[in-house]
């Protein structure tokens, strides 16, 4: 587990802005970092800003120990998600005393896995550590504090390591089988068996194990002609590596800014046409906040000529799924209303393809839907960082489209 770096509570403007977990101290405790004992432990998408908000904008539980705090420990994560796994594992090793009281009145979240008659694995999220329902044991992982975010990273990882989520599975395929999140009906009981290992794994911190564990078998199976298994352990490792180090580069429901720099892969689409004539789509890359034309992409409609730009950008996005060689982003933004983040988010699925965010943006009401929001926020309400790089994006891609588009029309009259 990753050192706590620790400093005074006068020096809080000195924490990080990054994603993390943050640890109070007691000034009654010995000052020697070696000696100190957290009283509450918390995650962070901006360890600073959560971390003043503490003391600028107490709740009442944080009232009961706010003025005890005389020391912040911090652990800066990649991600949410880390942060998420790292902060149970770090609240079940100390049990911090203004975690624990919370129990009677706030519930914390668990991982179960537990077991069926024949011994097959199946992981739910439960409140409750005890129970007489399983004649099996029954593991549990946790505790966790949000139940949404937990959800959320299950979601991710099933895409990795597919589990079953009740103890019964029908004898044909269900709905998540045909998306890759359920191992179905014919069941290869030791594979798994070894992937939800993996999956406990994680959950308790240790990601650098899986994925040397994966590359190992990756080898194997390669050094053993095994090429498409191979391959399947590669996808795994990739996708699994594209979950844990996920940061979103919006908080869905506070509008926060996760990371000032804007890290990570934004690929932003476009089409072009006149009427449904000589119709062209764009896809543009940004890395890091900043455009990557070497990594831009233009598409030539293949579909009858009509006016249907639905369809139009289910066919762009289809194409671009189809090449894994090309590096996935860590968000898509689609020109557009509803209509089209829905159909983004179809054809992602279809293609079991890792993209934590995908968002639109409709240029007419001035609005931005993201992926499992109900209502779309107005971009003046966006921070102004986040707002212009949305309209830098969907500007470029839109620049990028109608080029190729008049270049085409200019040939046709040539001809």
């Known amino acids: 587990m990753e050192k706590v770096e620790i400093i005074s509570i006068n020096k809080i403007e000195n924490l990080p802005k990054t994603s993390g977990v943050y640890l109070f101290y007691t000034k009654s405790l010995n000052p020697k970092p070696y000696a100190l004992t957290p009283i509450y432990i918390g995650k962070a998408i901006n360890i600073k800003s959560r971390v003043k908000n503490h003391f600028s904008q107490p709740s009442y539980r944080d009232n009961l120990f706010i003025d005890k705090v005389d020391k912040i420990g911090f652990i800066n994560t990649n991600s949410e998600i880390e942060a998420l796994i790292l902060e149970a594992n770090l609240i079940k090793k100390y049990q911090p005393k203004y975690n624990v009281i919370w129990k009677d009145d706030k519930n914390y979240f668990y991982v179960a896995i537990a077991q069926n008659n024949q011994k097959i694995p199946y992981i739910f999220i439960t409140h409750q550590l005890q129970t007489t329902n399983y004649k099996l044991p029954t593991k549990y992982i946790g505790p966790f504090v949000e139940g949404q ?42 594979e798994y068996k070894k992937n939800i290992k993996k999956l406990i794994l994680i959950l308790q911190g240790k990601r650098s194990a899986v994925i040397k564990s994966l590359r190992k078998e990756m080898k194997i199976a390669s050094r053993a002609s095994q090429f498409e298994e191979a391959g399947k352990i590669r996808d795994r490792i990739f996708a699994l590596q594209q979950i844990m180090n996920h940061t979103h580069i919006l908080e869905n429901s506070k509008l926060e800014v996760q990371n000032p720099k804007l890290k990570g892969r934004i690929e932003c689409y476009d089409v072009s046409n006149i009427q ?16 990557d034309k070497s990594q831009y992409k233009k598409f030539k409609i293949k579909m009858k000529n009509e006016p249907n730009d639905i369809a139009m950008l289910k066919e762009v996005l289809q194409r671009r799924f189809a090449h894994p060689e090309w590096p996935y982003p ?17 054809v992602r699925e279809q293609f079991h393809r890792i993209v934590p965010l995908v968002m639109s943006i409709a240029k007419g009401k001035q609005e931005l839907y993201i992926e499992g929001r109900k209502n779309p926020i107005p971009l003046k309400q966006l921070p102004q960082e986040i707002y212009n790089l949305v309209k830098q994006l969907d500007d470029e891609a839109h620049r990028f489209a109608i080029t190729y588009h008049k270049k085409l029309r200019k040939k046709n009259l040539l001809q």
């Open 330 to 346: 860590n968000a898509i933004l689609i020109d557009g209303g509803k209509a089209q983040l829905n159909i983004a988010i179809k």
């Open 276 to 291: 449904g004539k000589l119709a062209t789509g764009s896809m543009v890359v940004f890395i890091n906040g900043r455009p």
């Open 149 to 190: 975010a937990l959800k959320k990273t299950l979601r991710f990882l099933r895409k990795a390591f597919p589990y079953y989520t009740s103890a019964r599975h029908p004898k044909i395929k269900c709905t998540y089988c045909h998306l890759d999140l359920c191992p179905g009906p014919q069941l290869n009981l030791p």
